[in-house]
C-alpha cells in the first residue's frame, strides 16, 4: 500500500489518517509500539520479521530521534532483510519508491519527534 502523505504526527494511507506510529508490510498495518521508546530492539520487530519481507524502511522521526540498536541491526542482517533508516519524512518516499519497483517492502514510522 502506498503512503500517500506525512507530515508530522500523522500519516495518511488508503484514505485512512494514522497519528500513532504504525508498522506495515502488503496489506497489513498495526499500531508500532516500541518496548523502549526511542530505541528499536529485536523484540519491536517480532511479528514483521515473520512475515520475511526483503527490505524494511524505518522512518525515525521528523527529526531522526529514534534509533536501531546494534542487536537490532545485527538481527535483520542474520536474516538477510535489507534495512535503512531516514528521517520519516524521506523514508516514506524511499518506502513508496521500493514498493513501485515491485521490493517486498514493509515500513515502520515513528510519526513524531
Not at 522521526?61 to 535503512?84: D, H, P, V
Not at 528521517?87 to 517486498?104: F, H, I, P, S
Amino acid at each position: 500500500m502506498k503512503i500517500s502523505n506525512y507530515k508530522f504526527g500523522s500519516l495518511l494511507m488508503a484514505g485512512k489518517k494514522f497519528t500513532n506510529d504504525i508498522i506495515i508490510h502488503q496489506t497489513w498495518i498495526d499500531d508500532w509500539w516500541r518496548a523502549s521508546g526511542h530505541s528499536v530492539i529485536p523484540d519491536d520487530l517480532t511479528e514483521i520479521i515473520q512475515r520475511k519481507p526483503q527490505f524494511i524502511v524505518f522512518g525515525c522521526g521528523a527529526s531522526s530521534q529514534m534509533q536501531l540498536t546494534r542487536s537490532t541491526k545485527n538481527l535483520l542482517q542474520q536474516k538477510e532483510i535489507k534495512f535503512l533508516t531516514k528521517n520519516t519524512q524521506a523514508a516514506v518516499k524511499n518506502y513508496n519508491q521500493l514498493l513501485e519497483q515491485g521490493t517486498d517492502v514493509a515500513g515502520a514510522f515513528h510519526l513524531t519527534c
